[in-house]
Each structure stands twice: as structure tokens, then as C-alpha cells.
Nanobody, 121 residues
Framework: QVQLVESGGGSAQPGGSLRLSCAAS????????ITWYRQAPGKEREWVAT??????????NYADSVKGRFTISRDNAKNTAYLQMNSLKPEDTAVYYC????????????WGQGTQVIVSS
């Protein structure tokens, strides 16, 4: 059974930092493209950042709204992906979800349960 478990969410002040984790079981994240999404109250889910599979070079891409502030990474030994969030802003408040996708295989497309991030003074 495949599971993605996010952790690391919580409250932070503007300008602060949080690091989200996405721990996988049942799959090897090295072979998967990992994407972080977020959904703010009353808004649609939006893309935040992506890191391609290890075989795909592990390249990263970011939404303009987080570029230069957030960093996506993975630790293959721990089978865990991360989203380091610095210089947090109130508009970063959302539930953050990790997604693991194997190429374009819709049968191997997995989601975590989400972790809440609140940025407020």
C-alpha cells in the first residue's frame, strides 16, 4: 500500500520559515516526479513546485509566487521529499499537499493528506 505522509506544517510569523516533509512508503520516490500543491481557503488548488525523478535529472521548477523563497528537494535514502519555505508571507497560508507521479501513469499518481500552514503575525 502506497502512502505519502506530510508533516512540518504549523504556524509561522511573516518572514519566518517552515520545512514540510513528505515521507513515502510503498514506492521509491527516486523514480517519481514530486510536486507540492497548496490550497488556500476559498481558492482552487495551485501548483507550488516540482522536482523531476532522479532518472529525469532531478530538475526543479517553481511558481513565480514562491520562486526565490521556497526550495523543493528529496532525500533518496530517507525516501522523503521536502519543501523548505523561507520568507513566509500571509498569502502562503494554505493546506499543502505533496504528489508523487510516475511518468504519465495515472495509476501511479499518489497524494498525501495535506498539512496546514498558517502565516500570521
Amino acid at each position: 500500500q502506497v502512502q505519502l505522509v506530510e508533516s512540518g506544517g504549523g504556524s509561522a510569523q511573516p518572514g519566518g520559515s517552515l520545512r514540510l516533509s513528505c515521507a513515502a512508503s510503498g514506492i521509491m520516490l527516486f523514480y517519481y516526479t514530486i510536486t507540492w500543491y497548496r490550497q488556500a481557503p476559498g481558492k482552487e488548488r495551485e501548483w507550488v513546485a516540482t522536482i523531476t525523478s532522479g532518472g529525469g535529472g532531478g530538475s526543479t521548477n517553481y511558481a513565480d509566487s514562491v520562486k526565490g523563497r521556497f526550495t523543493i528537494s528529496r532525500d533518496n535514502a530517507k525516501n522523503t521529499a521536502y519543501l523548505q519555505m523561507n520568507s513566509l508571507k500571509p498569502e502562503d497560508t494554505a493546506v499543502y499537499y505533496c504528489n508523487a507521479r510516475y511518468r504519465n501513469d495515472t495509476n501511479r499518481n499518489y497524494w498525501g493528506q495535506g498539512t496546514q500552514v498558517i502565516v500570521s503575525s
